[in-house]
């Protein structure tokens, strides 16, 4: 008997990444599809080869069908009113990024999943990458010591076409988030403040801001440094950015392909050094049984079964999102704008 009965809300491309994982799960029935586009609904029952009855509203569908969990893979303006209706309805969310479009919707999805004791996490794939994990080994078993500074690069030259073209803060709203997810997870470290300039330079194809720089400071007693861009031609980096992260005792580099190393300081000999030697350490790979996508979900369902918070709980990725909005922010006001403050004002 299935302990999950799952509407999927939105059915676009990225629905298929979400059905083809809970399709693979005995205790997993899909009861139910929702979208605005009937058609489209349709025309993804079919090619799942789906028995199930289709709808426009979700509160409808939650009521009609008695389901208890929903895959929310709507566009980012839907999320608050998807997850809040589900949640007062008694189902549990797992959502596509972003949380919610504006720091007050995060807020209240947060404090509703605790008020109704209700699951909702947030899809952040790059986590379940094996090769990040790896880096965060370098940062918790002290290899590097104590860390003093993280930065990380990311310069795509993306011609997506669409929405994002006519953005106010493309790269920021968009993209930021992943390698700021990144960030917290690899340094085991929560926003503390952000100063953010954004910019749209010559040549870009953008409307809006497609280059960004922040600095932010992290609980750690660390700074984060974040240089982006969805308008650099040539010379692009990895998706998952390229990072450089310096502690007391070397430094970890990961160029966002291969696998992370660290350059450490030699133990013996390096009394009156101008330079001192460095010992090369190579990350030990980490085996996940799934990745990216399916290794998000994959903990998500877990999280259930076992009654515990996914790693990427709303109540966790609200830090991420905040990440965001605060950049956004500095960028708008010019000042460095303080994170809990900015949170409790949302």
């Known amino acids: 008997m299935s302990n999950y009965k799952v509407i999927i809300a939105g059915c676009g491309n990225m629905a298929n990444v979400w059905a083809d994982y809970a399709l693979t799960r005995g205790d997993t029935t899909i009861v139910g599809l929702v979208d605005i586009f009937p058609e489209a609904a349709k025309n993804f029952?079919?090619?799942?080869?789906?028995?199930?009855?289709?709808?426009?509203?979700?509160?409808?569908?939650?009521?009609?069908?008695?389901?208890?969990?929903?895959?929310?893979?709507?566009?980012?303006?839907?999320?608050?009113?998807?997850?809040?209706?589900?949640?007062?309805?008694?189902?549990?969310?797992?959502?596509?990024?972003?949380?919610?479009?504006?720091?007050?919707?995060?807020?209240?999805?947060?404090?509703?999943?605790?008020?109704?004791?209700?699951?909702?996490?947030?899809?952040?794939?790059?986590?379940?990458?094996?090769?990040?994990?790896?880096?965060?080994?370098?940062?918790?078993?002290?290899?590097?010591?104590?860390?003093?500074?993280?930065?990380?690069?990311?310069?795509?030259?993306?011609?997506?076409?669409?929405?994002?073209?006519?953005?106010?803060?493309?790269?920021?709203?968009d993209m930021a988030i992943h390698t700021f997810d990144q960030a917290r997870m690899i340094l085991g470290a929560d926003p503390v403040s952000v100063y953010c300039h954004e910019f749209n330079p010559h040549g870009s194809w953008y409307t809006g801001n497609a280059m960004a720089l922040c600095i932010f400071e992290m609980s750690?007693?660390?700074?984060?440094?974040?240089?982006?861009?969805?308008?650099?031609?040539?010379?692009?980096?990895s998706w998952e950015a390229s990072w450089r992260i310096i502690g007391d005792k070397g430094t970890a580099i990961w160029d966002g392909?291969?696998?992370?190393?660290?350059?450490?300081?030699?133990?013996e000999g390096q009394e009156g050094k101008f330079m001192q030697e460095y010992n090369r350490v190579i990350c030990e790979e980490i085996e996940l049984p799934l990745t990216f996508h399916q290794g998000c979900l994959e903990d998500m369902f877990s999280a259930l079964s076992e009654g515990r918070k996914p790693e990427t709980d709303s109540s966790d990725n609200i830090y991420s999102m905040a990440m965001v909005m605060a950049a956004v922010e500095s960028a708008r006001l010019g000042q460095k704008v303080d994170i809990n403050s900015f949170l409790n004002k949302g």
């Not at 392909?257 to 133990?267: R, T």
Request: proline residues 4%.
């Open 220 to 237: 750690d007693g660390s700074v984060f440094d974040y240089r982006g861009s969805w308008c650099s031609e040539g010379a692009p980096t």
């Open 257 to 267: 392909l291969g696998a992370p190393y660290a350059d450490v300081i030699k133990s």
């Open 45 to 173: 029952a079919e090619r799942k080869e789906l028995q199930c009855p289709i709808f426009t509203d979700i509160s409808e569908a939650i009521q009609a069908t008695g389901a208890n969990l929903v895959l929310d893979i709507t566009i980012p303006a839907s999320h608050y009113s998807i997850a809040s209706t589900a949640m007062k309805l008694g189902c549990n969310v797992l959502a596509e990024k972003p949380l919610a479009e504006t720091i007050d919707q995060c807020t209240e999805l947060v404090s509703m999943a605790n008020e109704f004791g209700k699951t909702h996490a947030i899809m952040q794939n790059r986590r379940f990458d094996p090769r990040i994990r790896a880096l965060r080994n370098l940062i918790t078993d002290n290899t590097i010591g104590t860390v003093g500074f993280a930065s990380a690069d990311f310069f795509i030259g993306a011609h997506f076409g669409g929405f994002r073209d006519a953005m106010e803060s493309p790269l920021l709203l």
